[in-house]
């Protein structure tokens, strides 16, 4: 039997440009009740005025305080009535905007969304709240050494602004007034290379027009030219000293970005070393010697650009051995890989590509970052045939043109690793 | 919604459950076990997580490495976890996988417990326990469960500590698992994309020669809290985490949809009464209170992380705002507020197989008996002002039991 042939996935898929450039996705899930949907703003934190790291966060948690002729309270009540669970995040890149909720609440849910992007209040008295939140934010994550490692791995990894934390920092964060956050987004919250992505049980039609009713009106800007730049060739290095149970380890190096030819062999070899229960950093490091709990690697990819992240926490005799082996196996896949390894990366990733069809949150998601990366939306089966393309030589060939060097690496724990 | 509910119970006892739905794209399938850290002795302290890792070390038939690749095979990255109270074993795949990762589920279910696999998994797991302590975050929930349940088994640590799980033998597990891994003890659930008749088939095939028994479960006593004030000085940390704790319904009483309303409009992390006084004025980076169920007993937790300066106030805040609920209850429009959340996310929730599992399997583990989704949201949707005060007056928040965790040297306990 073809499994292939009969788990075809019809999609239905709607796309359009407003006449003030603000871009539509939309895709109709039938067997889903809900609807989510995301906004990509283009004024992420590299867009932050110089000097002033974190306006975009700020913005994007003020902007929840009011919006319209609702305050603060009101207007999270409104949000609430619906059962609408929103969230509102500056990225490097973009303002990230998403929501979700029964697919009958849709329309209800994008006009608060509507006044939210466009008419915000960002009263001045909420903006202190919002500041001290956001330096306790940043504090929260000394008491997590795990993110706060892979932190530190991102500014040492990308030049700077694009490895900062889009949070800010304890001493940029005090400068940042109300009129600076209001500045920032008269000027970058602008339909023009904006994107908004909607997924769910929902009417294409009828959503094209209530985008046209709700945003038709916004008016255009010029958005920021944000062009990320590779990481350095000096690969960074940085230790934090602290007396942890165990060292946290970071690392990094390129990879390519999204819309690349060689995407798919980048997937297929970060899905070798850290795919499954059986992929080669599992196996060899947690399985075979039970040096760690926790050890991965992820590609990170951007739109001009990538990255291979990595991660494993370990007690601090074992450290050096763990970071060695680590090495090691990244290195090792450019010797080749198995057929059997192959074929279980393409069950992994085809597995987890259809199912995103029963969310309509993963499925907006994935909307929005293709048009964002792309331009375009690629179906399930353009996605099923680049995983069908993975191969021996597509992964081992991709392995040796970009190996793991330079490498960047940032440890938090009681000791420093040897890194030659 | 368009699922329906199958049952089977095969010759040795084993519950078999589905729920169908011939629209979704994957099926998810698990094994339910009715035991946990509070079915452990001390000197077993630990034993029924260690034993989940010990599963994925295979059984006679298949090693460790042979596992893995098979597992892999089968598509999505099978898991586990293990609680207070269950441990599952579940995995969700593409349907045409289904027949394969029940067969492979059910094989592991009989672990060989090699020694050699045992001693390496000890490495493991004394890793998982060192990244765990780095996470205060985390620790404090186990400092404040020891200290509320006292010798309660529920205030075991599900990890168990560096020097029980350094102690533990592998006879220890196997005895453990002759105990507890018996049919009555367990349900086998599946949801999503799969036919029924074919399922319990297989699984009848496949786990129809397990043995038969019904584990007792030793303390299932209600506990009522004992007030206690327990601050933990850590140098290391830079944020004061605090919890304050309070006994709420078990999972058996009708009052648990009251429950989970009335935590959800007093600390919701968005909207609700502790977000308003506590997060929007920036006090605390994060301020809720949620109501976790058990057999026999329920807990609320408040759990609040702000600067160690801000701790004291903030703890005052909290015992303000519960002092405040206890007298006068919650209004009708938080609890309509809070009822629209909750069955939002219920539904929204409910669109994967894997949560329509996780439902399935632990409703059954804790009732014996199937609950729909429908029948969950008309449990929601009848509590009324009447039942609230009936919970507060049946679960009372008095003696509430506190614990912090962090630099702040100097926090006093809040007179109740």
């Not at chain 1, 690392?251 to 070393?273: I, R, S």
């Not at chain 2, 609680?83 to 279910?109: K, N």
């Not at chain 2, 400092?143 to 350094?166: C, Y």
């Not at chain 2, 502790?274 to 004025?281: A, T």
């Amino acid at each position: 039997m073809d499994n292939r042939k009969s788990e075809t996935v019809k999609q239905k898929i709607h796309q359009a440009v407003l006449t003030n450039g603000l871009r539509l996705v939309a895709e109709r899930l039938d067997h889903v009740h809900t609807a989510s949907f995301q906004f990509l703003i283009p004024a992420g934190s590299m867009a932050d005025p110089s000097g002033k790291r974190g306006v975009a966060s700020i913005l994007s948690d003020l902007m929840t305080r009011g919006a319209g002729k609702l305050d603060n309270r009101v207007f999270n009540a409104a949000m609430d009535r619906l059962g609408l669970d929103f969230s509102t995040s500056a990225g490097v890149l973009n303002l990230r905007l998403a929501g979700s909720c029964l697919a009958e609440n849709l329309e209800k849910a994008l006009e608060l969304f509507a006044e939210m992007i466009l008419r915000p209040t960002l009263p001045e008295k909420e903006l202190a709240p919002v500041l001290d939140l956001a330096a306790q934010d940043i504090r929260s994550t000394e008491d997590s050494p795990r993110k706060k490692v892979m932190l530190e791995v991102r500014k040492q990894h990308f030049p700077s602004p694009l490895g900062l934390d889009p949070r800010g920092d304890a001493e940029s964060l005090p400068k940042i007034d109300i009129d600076t956050v209001r500045g920032f987004h008269a000027k970058r919250v602008q339909p023009r290379d904006s994107i908004v992505s909607i997924a769910g049980r929902i009417n294409l039609e009828q959503v094209q027009g209530l985008v046209e009713r709700l945003f038709g009106e916004w008016e255009p800007g010029t958005p920021p030219v944000l062009k990320e730049k590779a990481a350095a060739k000096k690969p960074g290095r940085g230790h934090l000293q602290k007396e942890t149970e165990q060292v946290h380890i970071g690392l990094a190096y390129p990879a390519v970005p999204v819309a690349h030819p060689d995407y798919f062999a980048a997937l297929g070899m970060v899905q070798v070393l850290s795919g499954g229960m059986s992929s080669r950093l599992f196996s060899e490091i947690r399985e075979k010697r039970g040096l760690c709990y926790s050890i991965w690697t992820t590609l990170s990819p951007l739109k001009h650009t990538g990255a291979i992240l990595g991660y494993a926490g370990t007690t601090a005799a074992r450290a050096q051995e763990t970071f060695d082996l680590f090495l090691q196996e990244l290195a090792r896949v450019a010797d080749g890989v198995e057929e059997d390894e192959v074929k279980r990366v393409q069950i992994g990733l085809e597995t987890s590509l259809l199912m995103q069809e029963d969310s309509s949150g993963a499925r907006s998601s994935s909307l929005a970052s293709d048009v964002y990366n792309l331009g375009r939306v690629r179906s399930i089966e353009e996605l099923r045939d680049g995983i069908a393309s993975i191969s021996r030589k597509t992964i081992a060939d991709y392995a040796r043109r970009n190996p793991p060097s330079p490498i960047t690496v940032a440890t938090i724990g009681p000791s420093r690793l040897k890194i030659s | 919604m368009t699922a329906a509910f199958h049952q089977l119970e095969a010759d040795n006892g084993l519950q078999i459950i589905g729920e169908t739905n011939p629209a979704a794209h994957s099926v998810a399938v698990g094994f339910f076990v009715r035991t946990g850290s509070r079915d452990e002795t001390v000197p077993e302290a630990g034993v029924s997580h260690f034993l989940e890792h010990m599963v994925f070390k295979g059984s006679k038939k298949r090693k460790a490495e042979q596992l893995n690749q098979e597992l892999d095979l089968i598509g999505s990255s099978p898991n586990a976890y293990t609680s207070e109270e269950t441990t599952v074993f579940y995995a969700s795949c593409l349907p045409r996988h289904m027949g394969r990762a029940l067969e492979v589920l059910s094989d592991i279910m009989r672990p060989a417990l090699r020694a050699e696999d045992f001693t390496l998994e000890k490495k493991v797991i004394l890793e998982e326990i060192g990244m765990y302590e780095d996470q205060p975050g985390d620790m404090v929930f186990d400092h404040a469960r020891k200290l509320f349940f006292g010798e309660h088994p529920l205030g075991n640590s599900v990890l168990g500590s560096t020097d029980s799980i350094s102690a533990l033998t592998r006879d220890q597990m196997a005895d453990y698992f002759q105990r507890r891994y018996q049919t009555g003890n367990m349900v086998l659930a599946c949801a999503g994309n799969f036919d029924f008749v074919e399922f319990a088939k297989l699984a009848q095939k496949f786990c129809g020669k397990w043995p038969a028994g019904s584990p007792r479960r030793a303390d299932i006593r209600q506990t009522a809290g004992n007030g206690e004030f327990n601050l933990r000085v850590d140098g290391r940390t830079t944020l004061q985490h605090l919890i304050v704790m309070n006994a709420g319904p078990p999972a058996a009483s009708p009052l648990r949809h009251a429950a989970d309303l009335v935590a959800m409009a007093i600390g919701d992390d968005s909207g609700s009464r502790m977000y308003w006084e506590m997060v929007d004025p920036g006090h605390a980076d994060s301020a809720t209170l949620s109501y976790r169920e058990h057999e026999g007993t329920g807990v609320y937790y408040a759990a609040v992380e702000c600067e160690p300066g801000k701790a004291q106030k903030n703890l005052d805040r909290v015992h303000k705002i519960i002092a405040k609920l206890q007298a006068d209850g919650v209004t009708q429009e938080e609890l309509d507020v809070a009822r629209t959340k909750l069955l939002s996310r219920m539904v929204r929730g409910s669109e994967s197989p894997m949560s329509r599992l996780m439902s399935l399997g632990n409703h059954w583990i804790y009732q014996r008996k199937h609950i729909s989704l429908e029948d969950e949201i008309r449990s929601y949707k009848k509590v009324n002002m009447h039942q609230v005060r009936q919970l507060l007056d049946r679960y009372p928040f008095k003696r509430m039991t506190v614990q912090a965790l962090g630099p702040g040297k100097k926090l006093k306990p809040v007179e109740q």
